[in-house]
């Protein structure tokens, strides 16, 4: 008698309904103009970003929509189909080979979506009888990935070093193991240790795979991510990004040694079976490139304003747990209370949004603030105001 569909579609209607009459509902909101960098109009109102993953200001750029609309001109909206057949352009080539060289690895090969690239990088290199092992944190995409691939999941305790040794201590000796991590997590907004995590790798011989979605121009003296931050370039075995965050396009890479790409060329499926990178996307995300290395001085933005903001939320008493990047959690407690501080500080113009179960755990709830290098210090100062102003009323702090 119970069918799981019609369950699901009922889940999901009394939630969202219930969510809804309470005026508590803020998912899918459109954007009905960009502003500028720093501000948005949403229902009729002007409101400031502070949930933008333009980490260095640049959507809305004049140059990148420049080369978008350059690379329409010349090449259309679409292209011939997949990169392995006839959809391959130059321009592909040129962001591939600026992509090696900003990732300071032999090769580089872009894909559809973040989402996509790490499918196709964990399905290309694991299998049966392979194990990986996650952090408990890692975003939903590398989860997915390993589901892909069929090889045994292992998670270990976030950022636990013991605890990966644990893990890889009890892998098979004759299994293959990936460790995958984010580099910046993405509800969390801290860092992963790198430098213990190299040295497990190496101990316990398993190949080690970073997602550098929240830390491509945000880590790093000139925004290369969580090498650059810990002064160790060239330890990571298979660096993934997008090119929708910090680069506000969209697609995402992987780079790593000339044989691991060629491997990836052939292999991967989300690189086989779905259509290559449009021309204006792939233009603009060179273009974003291009201004991110001659404007290094975004990057230190970025890191002024997220050190500025996470240092006077502290002071303010907030929780914004071990955040140490351009992503700031505000622990609310429960879902219902993420969602009326997103309240106030939408009415008080203030453009942030909830990250509730079961994207976090429960009781864990919270408001996600993000910053970027276009935010002023009097526009930080005027969402602080809003922040303190809701969380007191909420009793948050
Ligand atoms: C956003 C994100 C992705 C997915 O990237 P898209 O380009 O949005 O598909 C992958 N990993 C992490 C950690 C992300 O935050």
Redesign the pocket.
């Known amino acids: 008698m119970s069918d799981r569909i019609i369950a699901k579609i009922e889940y999901w209607r009394e939630r969202v309904g219930r969510t809804q009459a309470e005026g508590l509902y803020f998912f899918n909101e459109p954007v009905e103009a960009i502003l500028s960098p720093t501000r948005v109009r949403v229902r009729g109102r002007e409101m400031l970003m502070f949930a933008s ?1 333009s980490y260095l200001g640049l959507l809305g750029d004049p140059r990148l929509n420049a080369a978008a609309q350059a690379a329409v001109a010349e090449f259309g909206t679409g292209t011939h189909g997949v990169r392995l057949l006839a959809g391959t352009l130059q321009l592909h080539h040129e962001l591939e080979v600026a992509l090696a060289n900003f990732t300071n690895r032999e090769a580089a090969l872009t894909f559809s ?6 499918l196709a990088a964990i399905s290309a290199l694991v299998g049966r009888r392979d194990v990986v092992i996650c952090d408990k944190l ?2 939903a ?2 989860l997915d990935g390993c589901a892909l691939s069929g090889a045994e999941l292992v998670r270990f305790h976030h950022n636990d070093l013991a605890d990966l040794e644990r893990c890889l201590k009890r892998a098979a000796p004759e299994a293959t193991k990936l460790v995958v991590v ?1 580099a ?3 509800m969390d907004g801290d860092i992963a240790p790198l430098p213990g995590l190299v040295e497990l790798c190496r101990a316990y011989n398993a190949w080690l795979m970073v ?1 550098e ?2 830390s491509l121009g945000v880590l790093g003296a000139t925004g290369r991510g969580i090498e650059e931050h810990f002064g160790l370039d060239g330890v990571i075995d298979v660096k ?1 990004g ?4 910090a680069i506000p396009s ?3 890479y992987l780079a790593g040694s000339a044989g691991l790409i060629q491997l990836f060329r052939h292999a991967a499926r989300p690189f086989i079976f779905s259509a290559a990178l449009p021309p204006p996307q792939v233009a603009a995300a060179k273009a974003a490139l291009d201004v991110m290395l001659a404007e290094p001085e975004r990057v230190a933005r970025v890191q002024a304003n997220a050190c500025y903001l996470r240092e006077r939320l502290r002071a303010l008493g907030f929780n914004i747990l071990n955040s140490e990047t351009a992503i700031v959690p505000l622990i609310c407690g429960s879902d219902e209370c993420a969602y009326q501080m997103v309240r106030e500080c939408q009415q008080r113009g203030v453009f942030v949004l909830p990250v509730v179960s079961p994207a976090v755990p429960k009781g864990m709830a919270r408001l996600r603030a993000t910053v970027t290098a276009a935010h002023t210090r009097d526009e930080i100062d005027c969402a602080l105001e809003v922040f303190a102003e809701a969380g007191r009323a909420l009793g948050v702090i």
């Open positions: 993953y979506s973040g989402y996509a690239t790490n890692d975003h995409s590398l984010d910046v997590f993405s997602d979605a929240h993934m997008t090119l929708s965050k969209v697609g995402g």
